[in-house]
C-alpha cells in the first residue's frame, strides 16, 4: 500500500509541473481502472471553459477510451472508443506547448501508434488499400508532419491511383527525413517508418520504377538492417 501511495504521490509531483490545475482525481480513478468513469471526468474537463485548452484531460481522455475500446462488454456508447481516443491524443498533443505532458506519456503515445501499425500493416498485407487509407488517416493525429503518415499516404494514395498526391506525400517526407535523427526515433516511429517505406518501394515497383523504389528503401537501411523483417522486404525490393 505504501508503494502504491508513493507512486501516486510522485505522479501527483510530476503533473503540477504541466500545469496549474489539479488532475488528482483523474489520477485516481486511472489507477482504479474504471475507464468509463475516467472518460467521463475526464470530458468534464475538456468541456469547461477553464481547463478545456489544458493539455492533461485529453490524455486522460484518451487513454480511457483506448482502454475501453479493448473491453468486449463495453456498452453502444463507447463502440467508436477506439477511434475517438486518437482524437483526444490530438487535442493533447495540440494543447501541449511545452511538450511535457508528450515526454511523461511517450510510453501511452507508442503503445497507440503500435496499434495502429498492427492493423494498417495487416490491411495492406491483405492488400485493403483503402481500409488501411482510413486507418492510415489517424496516423496524421500526431502531428501533420509526423514523416511515417506521409510514407504510408504516399503508398495507399498509389495503390489508389492517386500518383499524383502519392508523389507529393513522399516529397514532403524525403523533406523530413533528410536530416532527421532517424536512429533516435521511438520503436514505434521507426516501425512506422519501415511500413511506409517498403508500402512506398512496392507501389513503385508496380509502376515500373524500380530505381525510385530502391531510394526509398535506401532511406531506411542505415537504421534498420538489424530488423529481419526490414532486410527481408530490403532483399525484395533491391536485390
Known sequence: MKTIFTALTALLISFSVFSQNDYSDLLIIQADTDWEKLIKHAER????????????PYYYLAYGLYKISFQATRSDAYKNAYKESFTAIGKMLRYDKSGDVQAAQSEFINE?????????????????YRRAFGWAMRLYKFGR???????????????????STARIKWEEGNKLTKDA?????????????????????????????????????DIGAPYFEEDKRWQAQYDEIVN
Open 145 to 163: 508532419d509526423y514523416a511515417p503518415a506521409l510514407y504510408i499516404e504516399g503508398a495507399l494514395r498509389s495503390r489508389n491511383n492517386d500518383q
Open 112 to 128: 497507440m501508434k503500435l496499434s495502429l501499425l498492427e492493423i494498417i500493416q495487416n490491411e495492406t498485407d491483405n492488400e485493403e
Open 45 to 56: 474537463y475538456t468541456q469547461k471553459g477553464s481547463t478545456e485548452k489544458d493539455a492533461e
Open 181 to 217: 535523427q532517424i536512429g533516435d526515433w521511438s520503436e514505434a516511429d521507426q516501425k512506422l517508418l519501415m511500413l511506409g517505406l517498403y508500402e512506398s518501394a512496392k507501389a513503385l515497383v508496380d509502376l515500373r520504377q524500380p530505381d525510385k523504389a530502391k531510394e526509398m528503401m
